[in-house]
């Protein structure tokens, strides 16, 4: 067993059963004309005619969700519970008894959730706008005063993200008693589990063309299990997170699963900046993996979790606020909502949108963000102290007088790779690195940074321009009195894909730009 932390993560094993390795991300319908974001969009005459694909992959979704429950398979519980719940209506029968037993509260009879009470529940204690519900005695007991400090704790998250301009996480008619938002508390520390959000909000003839949902959400009962950070900061950043989750799902609770996840990690550190608990997944994100898709999503690694790294440095370069949180990611779910006359974009789409409403586009700042990884500790404000990895490069070469030395480098869609160049014996006057670069059009998402360091440190950057067909030859100083190193950065921004494909990325797609080959050749010339 490997035992990592994770908001919504089981502690799981590593090694997966052969039966259940279908992506948690399989759709069972074919896009939607009313937007773009849905993983299974669930009107029925959207559906694709081959109802037994429907099925098979929902039966799926069921068996990757008790997977992750049981700690058999690696993977995210919240985000597994929404695939159930986002395919539940492809299902009859035990099947669909399955389902709804995953997804049934705690008190419901009859049910196989991952939290259920074995004794009457207490009653609840509830704000304005949330009730806490905890049994007082048995294995998911919680104390009175336990209890005050978790609705005190999700009353100030909720009031956080309304003043910051979120909707509120939608009402569920009267279950759990009433119409305000429910968290249950159990034993949930034994299982790896820190907490969940999911949505018994079932599919109907009058939601069928919208994608809001309401949500309800579990924690940990004390979270003494766990050890690292104190139980109250755990209780803390968990809240944040998952209750991100219950306000997602108010906009579109069928956007991409990489956004909702990277979101959520990132506004862990915006609501509680002294618990820095995703500092953890920066090992598996584009600080350390460049050359992974930044659009990933992997139940087993975690890399998209670490993609809140991304979504910081964005709101870091747009630091515009609202009500204490940054205005760039509300206006990233504005234009994903899925709610009645929403924009209804998916992830990579809204990105972009709100990016180029900001004077840029989500390609150019992944080129930033690459160059950024390079030096953490200076392009971020919480990155000194070897905090945030330092991203690796590609390779590094040493150039002297008249050398050449060229590379190529295949990239995936949404990743980068970094050369350095280093002058060798070049102290005379006049030196300058001519690059040549032959790389696919612009159209096809390819393009190149190059940054240059003086030997005390000063670093300048820019963007280099290519011509239609992808080709450009620049020169930068290169005297080794005057120039440390060059470093050529090389990005495949592209955002194009065919959506609903079964794919694990942005609008469950396969991106059309894969694999691009990008070449340079760096020459020592005066």
């Known amino acids: 067993m490997s035992?990592?932390?994770?908001?919504?993560?089981?502690?799981?094993?590593?090694?997966?059963?052969?039966?259940?390795?279908?992506?948690?991300?399989?759709?069972?319908?074919?896009?939607?004309?009313?937007?773009?974001?849905?993983?299974?969009?669930p009107d029925a005459g959207d559906r694709v005619a081959t109802a037994s694909r429907a099925e098979r992959q929902a039966v799926s979704?069921?068996?990757?969700?008790?997977?992750?429950?049981?700690?058999?398979?690696?993977?995210?519980?919240?985000?597994?519970?929404?695939?159930?719940?986002?395919?539940?209506?492809?299902?009859?029968?035990?099947?669909?008894?399955?389902?709804?037993?995953?997804?049934?509260?705690?008190?419901?009879?009859?049910?196989?959730?991952p939290l259920d009470y074995a004794v009457p529940e207490a009653t609840p204690v509830c704000s304005a706008d949330v009730c806490v519900h905890y049994v007082a005695a048995g294995p998911d007991a919680a104390t009175p005063a336990y209890v005050d400090t978790v609705l005190a704790t999700l009353t100030a998250v909720h009031d956080r993200y309304r003043a910051a301009g979120y909707r509120e996480p939608r009402p569920d008619g009267k279950r759990g008693g009433n119409?305000?938002?429910?968290?249950?508390?159990?034993?949930?520390?034994?299982?790896?589990?820190?907490?969940?959000?999911?949505?018994?909000?079932?599919?109907?003839?009058?939601?069928?063309?919208?994608?809001?949902?309401?949500?309800?959400?579990?924690?940990?009962?004390?979270?003494?299990?766990?050890?690292?950070?104190?139980?109250?900061?755990?209780?803390?950043?968990?809240?944040?997170h998952e209750y991100f989750h219950a306000t997602q799902y108010a906009y579109d609770r069928y956007e991409d699963a990489w956004l909702l996840e990277a979101t959520a990690a990132w506004v862990e550190d915006e609501v509680y900046d002294g618990?820095?608990?995703n500092l953890q997944y920066l090992r598996s994100s584009q600080l350390a993996q460049p050359r992974v898709p930044l659009d990933t999503f992997n139940g087993a690694t975690g890399f998209h979790y670490g993609t809140w790294s991304y979504v910081r440095y964005l709101t870091e370069t747009f630091p515009a606020r609202k009500g204490g949180l940054p205005r760039l990611v509300l206006d990233?779910?504005?234009?994903?909502?899925?709610?009645?006359?929403?924009?209804?974009?998916?992830?990579?789409?809204?990105?972009?949108?709100?990016?180029?409403?900001r004077g840029t586009s989500a390609a150019k700042m992944l080129g930033r963000y690459a160059v950024a990884n390079r030096r953490p500790a200076q392009s971020y404000a919480e990155g000194r102290a070897n905090r945030y990895p330092t991203a690796p490069l590609l390779q590094a070469r040493r150039v002297g007088a008249g050398q050449t030395k060229a590379g190529s480098v295949r990239l995936k869609h949404l990743t980068t790779a970094t050369v350095r160049l280093?002058?060798?014996?070049?102290?005379?006057?006049?030196?300058?690195?001519?690059?040549?670069?032959?790389?696919?059009?612009?159209?096809?998402?390819?393009?190149?940074?190059?940054?240059?360091?003086?030997?005390?440190?000063?670093?300048?950057?820019?963007?280099?321009?290519?011509?239609?067909?992808?080709?450009?030859?620049?020169?930068?100083?290169?005297?080794?009195?005057?120039?440390?190193?060059?470093?050529?950065?090389?990005?495949?921004?592209?955002?194009?894909?065919?959506?609903?494909?079964?794919?694990a990325f942005s609008c469950q797609g396969t991106p059309v730009d894969n694999a691009l080959r990008l070449q340079f050749a760096a020459t020592a010339v005066r």
């Open 3 to 41: 035992h990592r932390p994770a908001r919504s993560r089981a502690l799981v094993a590593l090694v997966a059963s052969a039966a259940l390795t279908t992506s948690l991300l399989a759709t069972y319908a074919a896009p939607s004309a009313t937007g773009l974001s849905a993983a299974a969009r």
């Open 61 to 113: 979704a069921v068996a990757r969700a008790r997977g992750v429950v049981s700690g058999e398979q690696p993977g995210d519980l919240t985000m597994a519970l929404r695939e159930v719940a986002n395919t539940r209506s492809a299902l009859t029968g035990a099947d669909r008894r399955a389902a709804d037993g995953l997804l049934a509260r705690p008190t419901d009879p009859g049910g196989d959730p």
């Open 179 to 240: 119409a305000k938002i429910d968290v249950y508390l159990g034993q949930l520390g034994d299982q790896g589990l820190y907490g969940y959000c999911t949505s018994d909000e079932p599919e109907t003839s009058a939601n069928s063309r919208t994608y809001d949902r309401w949500a309800y959400c579990a924690l940990d009962n004390d979270y003494a299990e766990f050890p690292t950070n104190t139980p109250l900061e755990n209780l803390q950043v968990t809240v944040a």
């Open 275 to 277: 618990v820095d608990d």
């Open 332 to 357: 990233l779910f504005t234009k994903a909502d899925g709610a009645r006359g929403g924009p209804d974009q998916y992830s990579w789409q809204a990105l972009d949108s709100v990016l180029r409403a």
């Open 422 to 503: 280093t002058p060798q014996a070049l102290r005379q006057r006049g030196w300058r690195l001519r690059l040549a670069l032959d790389l696919p059009p612009a159209v096809r998402g390819a393009s190149a940074l190059v940054t240059s360091a003086t030997p005390g440190g000063r670093v300048t950057t820019r963007t280099v321009r290519t011509d239609k067909q992808g080709d450009a030859v620049v020169r930068v100083p290169f005297s080794s009195r005057k120039v440390a190193w060059v470093e050529l950065t090389l990005v495949n921004g592209s955002g194009r894909f065919t959506c609903f494909t079964r794919g």
